[in-house]
């Protein structure tokens, strides 16, 4: 059917365990409703299990800092309803059950960021690191339905890999674009984005094509990209047999509603009896979102943010029918104990200019925020 109304699982969504996976209308056009699980997600045999549906998330480890919800949960789902919602998705209006108050938080002050940012290009300069993601969390007081949340942020942003999760004690709305990695018939890849512009608000096609010139024209997005490929292949060749490993997308271009990205594609062949443990240790956290070298820019990152980025920049995993797809877990919120966070941020490089990288992480915030 080409329209139905998400917002007759509103009573679901208060239900621990429910899941929805939607992939925006810009790709493959379907949406995943998934409800009452019957057990949580360890190891499990690909045969045994592969009726089943496996839906569940890795936080973002933070080695010295605990992070505040679990490292991982997983459900597992014997039924899932499937809609195919053809081109449109259809959100009648309605009354949103949510709302914050208090004063917003903010995990760091202008001052402060751009001093560490100005430490952090002294990393850059002395070839510590390549390149880092720093980003900044903010917080609010939350009453309401974080479902009814998270239909807003669909219908005002559509993107590939959106996912909201209820978790019991704590819920998960994700509005990611960026995919970490897929795996089907032993095949891997993975797409890293890096590079993004908005839409101009003026719809002609001659003033889209020069945001998106715009993009391709920079040096800095191209730089960063190409860096952050070369890690990605890195990971990816790991695990995969020797030979396989190609770039099957240099710098692509990836349209959504309202933006443009630049990401690239990296795919390689795995040896028969791979574990999916052997696939996430190799490619998670994922390398646009921390830095290179990855596990020195993670280091700094816990140093410099100083607090557990929860499931920020962390993955949400959907395993059915012997394929794993998994997102990235930027412009993610979570709810928890009467708040919600959101964390905004961006890679540094070299040339990066702290004032405009601090105006940068308030603009992908306020994006957010003004829809609450």
């Not at 949580?40 to 890795?58: A, M």
């Not at 997983?74 to 039924?79: T, W």
């Not at 720093?134 to 339905?145: C, E, H, L, Q, V």
Request: include cysteine; charged fraction near 25%; charge should be positive.
């Amino acid at each position: 059917m080409s329209h139905f109304d998400l917002n007759q699982y509103s009573e679901d969504s208060k239900k621990e365990g429910f899941c929805m996976l939607h992939t925006g209308g810009t790709e493959q056009k379907w949406t995943k409703v998934c409800r009452h699980p019957t057990g949580i997600f360890t190891n499990l045999p690909e045969s045994k299990y592969r009726q089943s549906v496996h839906i569940g998330f890795l936080a973002y480890p933070n080695p010295k800092l605990k992070n505040q919800i679990p490292a991982s949960r997983f459900y597992c789902f014997r039924h899932a309803v499937v809609h195919n919602h053809g081109e449109k998705l259809s959100l009648k209006p309605f009354n949103p059950e949510y709302g914050t108050s208090g004063k917003l938080e903010q995990s760091i002050s202008k001052a402060e960021y751009v001093k560490k940012i100005r430490k952090v290009k002294g990393l850059l300069a002395d070839g510590e690191i390549y390149q880092i993601n720093y980003a900044i969390r903010f917080r609010k007081k939350f009453s309401g339905n974080p479902y009814h949340l998270f239909l807003r942020l669909i219908e005002s942003n559509p993107t590939n890999f959106s996912a909201f999760l209820n978790c019991g004690d704590f819920q998960i709305l994700s509005n990611s674009p960026e995919r970490l990695f897929r795996v089907e018939k032993n095949v891997i890849l993975t797409q890293p984005i890096k590079g993004t512009i908005a839409k101009s608000k003026n719809s002609k096609p001659e003033t889209q094509k020069k945001a998106l010139e715009k993009l391709l024209a920079s040096e800095k997005e191209r730089a960063e990209l190409d860096m952050i490929t070369d890690l990605e292949r890195n990971d990816v060749g790991k695990i995969c047999k020797y030979g396989t490993l190609r770039l099957t997308k240099e710098r692509g271009v990836m349209e959504l509603p309202n933006l443009y990205h630049t990401y690239s594609e990296v795919r390689g062949d795995l040896p028969r009896g791979t574990t999916r443990s052997e696939i996430i240790n190799a490619m998670f956290p994922g390398g646009s979102v921390t830095g290179c070298p990855k596990k020195r820019a993670m280091e700094y990152i816990e140093k410099f943010e100083g607090m557990p980025r929860n499931i920020f920049t962390g993955s949400i995993i959907h395993i059915a029918d012997g394929v794993m797809d998994s997102n990235i877990c930027i412009r993610t919120a979570l709810v928890r104990k009467g708040y919600i966070e959101y964390w905004a941020g961006g890679g540094i490089v070299a040339d990066s200019d702290p004032e405009a990288e601090y105006a940068e992480c308030l603009l992908k915030a306020e994006k957010f925020l003004g829809i609450l």
